[in-house]
């Protein structure tokens, strides 16, 4: 292992034993190779969590801006896969959350888990660092921050906090866990959706995973590492279910959803303490 490059501590437990993902299964009894800035997955052997090294550099997620298409309007024109996903999170968040609780989705993109949830009814309200993305929502009905978390200033309370594949661009996640908390009711639930990164098709495909988005994503999570780093923060374990990104319906990507701890992505729904 590279000193250089590799901290000999885990960021998210402290613990000291690193190993190598292989991306590539040509080279998999191979030394991984630093050479002209390739990146590499690093992993704790005791929570499992993982990142990439080297580490993104600075992204400008306000130039980014969000580029609607006109033929997304709602979850029943997105692939399959997808929308079975959402739909999902609908109904993990009806069965454990209360009609006209207070929801916020941080990163809430299109809108378009928030455009479900306000028809359960629930009270929705977004906050998007994309402009044009904030200025569809508002044709949608959906009240919305145009602003980036944690910096925003928030003065209200939620039920429910959603963060749908935020985490892993956030540098710094215990100041976004800690703000999370900040503005949660007492006995108030988060909902993380994240990629797993040891779900089936990152291990077949290796490398060409698309979840993995090392040039963006600065960590790289499991289950068992997401509900041990949230516990850390008074969190206990209210809902897992594992789903499976978009791969056109590939059998093994099916069959992921259904054998647990093999989708290569969950729902993570946790409960504040009190």
Known sequence: MDKKYVNNKCPFCNYSIIKYFNLNWRNILKKPSFENNRQNIFYCKKCTNAWTIPKPGNIDYYSNDFHE???????????????????????????????????VEIGCGKGLLLNELKNVPFDVTGIEI????????????????????????????????????????????????????????IDGYVLFIQTNWKGLMPRLKRGSWYGWVMEQHYWHF?????????????????????????????????????????????????????
């Not at 997304?72 to 609780?101: E, F, G, H, T």
């Not at 978390?149 to 906090?161: A, G, H, Q, R, T």
């Open 69 to 103: 298409n006109l033929n997304i309007q709602s979850i029943d024109d997105l692939p399959r896969q997808w929308r079975k996903a959402i739909k999902m999170q609908v109904n993990i968040i009806s069965n454990n959350v209360n009609n006209n609780a207070k929801i």
């Open 222 to 274: 499991t289950t068992m590492g997401m509900i041990n780093y949230l516990e850390k923060y008074n969190f206990e374990l209210k809902k897992l279910e594992y789903t499976s990104l978009e791969h056109n319906n590939s059998l093994l990507s099916v069959l992921g959803e259904f054998i647990p701890g093999f989708g290569d992505q969950f729902h993570l729904l946790m409960k504040l303490k009190s």
């Open 130 to 185: 994309s402009k044009s993305a904030c200025k569809y929502l508002k044709t949608k009905g959906v009240n919305v921050y145009n602003a980036e978390f944690p910096s925003f200033e928030i003065d209200n309370k939620y039920d429910l906090v959603i963060a749908s594949h935020v985490l892993e661009h956030v540098e710094n996640t215990d100041e976004f866990i800690k703000k999370v908390k900040e503005i949660l009711k």
